[in-house]
């Protein structure tokens, strides 16, 4: 009998899909008395994946994992409990060299992120971050514990997006900037402050920041609100924002 082909889509996870498959072949089986040999297959990621009534799944889900690493293109219906030694020893193999391709590439971006904050922080040497509200800004900067450093990173970037358009309000001579000049101005230096990498959510808190504390901060917020369509709103436009830790 030919295999039955099992649909899957975005969103999927492997561990539901092969439960799936096996409860049709059980089904299959159970109709037929345990005299059928049925097999489910189904596409994963570009892996094909075979489930009979005697597959363990928990060695599928690991032939699965290493597939790509091993250049399979199918696993399954017959896994083993442990590879070959010399599946083995290839697997020990790829994953060493895979795990040193990683570090190099980490070490590449690495060296990038550090080359471009520098060339970011000569531009703005000396600039100081003009501050209205020094003592809520520190409480709040104070504030992010979080254990991977996100709530300071976000503050990094707001201080560094801040600086950056100052000495842009500074060489053009602009001491009171409205929205008119941060239409011109904000948008890109946010983009060249941004030498690490930010999130939609980290650039939304990093404008909360700036409208609560910075001198310029009111400015700041009418342009973003306006880039919402949300000109009169008061507060910040995106919920999301209120989320970082005060």
């Known amino acids: 009998m030919e295999n039955y082909k099992l649909e899957t889509g975005a969103g999927d996870h492997f561990t539901r899909v092969a439960e799936r498959a096996r409860e049709i072949v059980l089904q299959k089986c159970s109709y037929f008395e345990g005299t059928l040999d049925f097999t489910v297959e189904f596409d994963f990621n570009g892996i094909k ?3 009979n009534k005697d597959t363990n799944l928990d060695w599928l889900y690991r032939d699965y994992c290493n597939a790509h690493l091993l250049t399979w293109k199918q696993v399954g219906a017959d896994c083993k409990e442990t590879y070959d030694p010399e599946i083995q020893a290839e697997l020990e193999r790829r994953e060493k ?4 391709r990683q570090e190099a590439q980490r070490a590449i971006w690495k060296a990038e992120a550090d080359a471009k904050r520098q060339a ?4 703005v040497k000396g600039v100081k971050m003009r501050i209205r509200d020094r003592k809520g800004f520190n409480e709040w900067k104070a504030n992010q514990k979080d254990e991977h450093g996100y709530g300071n990173a976000i503050f990094e970037y707001a201080e560094g997006w801040a600086r950056l358009m100052q000495k842009e309000f500074s060489d053009r001579n602009i001491e009171n900037p409205d929205v008119t000049v941060m239409i011109a101005h904000a948008d890109r ?3 060249e402050a941004d030498v690490d990498g930010i999130t939609g959510f980290m650039y939304g808190a990093a404008v909360a920041i700036l409208a609560a504390h910075w001198k310029y901060g009111e400015a700041l917020r009418k342009w973003h609100n306006k880039e919402y369509g949300q000109e009169n709103t008061k507060g910040v436009v995106n919920p999301a924002v209120f989320t970082i830790g005060k």
């Open 120 to 123: 970011f922080e000569e531009k």
């Open 49 to 51: 994946c075979l489930v």
């Open 97 to 100: 060299a895979e795990a040193e």
């Open 189 to 191: 230096c946010s983009r």
